[in-house]
Nanobody
Framework: QVQVVESGGGLVQAGGSLRLSCVAS????????IAWYRQAPGKQREQVAR???????NYADSVKGRFAISRDNTANTAYLQMNSLKSEDTAVYYC?????????WGQGTQVTVSS
């Protein structure tokens, strides 16, 4: 079982920045694939960024050039740096951990961007 805890959400003005953190338990953190998803009211959950164990990354087109995902294996933590935030980035952001063939989710953190 992997415990996943997100933090760092909040209220920010358009054009501002936030950094989300995702702490995951377990001694094999370096092998996990970490992804950030978001879900806005009335919309489906979508993946916004992913980082593999080899630190390769993928981003949704809507956030390319604005968001950056990273990981610190020594701290069992992944980050999502969000810059140039827009009102359409408002959502609950979830961290997803893939360990072997199982997915684990955090409880989510709210990000609200005011225009």
């Amino acid at each position: 079982q992997v415990q996943v805890v997100e933090s760092g959400g909040g209220l920010v003005q358009a054009g501002g920045s936030l950094r989300l953190s995702c702490v995951a338990s377990g001694s094999a953190f370096s092998l996990y694939v970490i992804a950030w998803y978001r879900q806005a009211p009335g919309k489906q959950r979508e993946q916004v960024a992913r980082i593999s164990s080899d630190r390769s990354t993928n981003y949704a087109d809507s956030v390319k050039g604005r968001f950056a995902i990273s990981r610190d294996n020594t701290a069992n933590t992944a980050y999502l740096q969000m810059n140039s935030l827009k009102s359409e980035d408002t959502a609950v952001y979830y961290c997803n951990v893939l360990r072997l063939t199982r997915h684990y989710w955090g409880q989510g953190t709210q990000v609200t961007v005011s225009s």
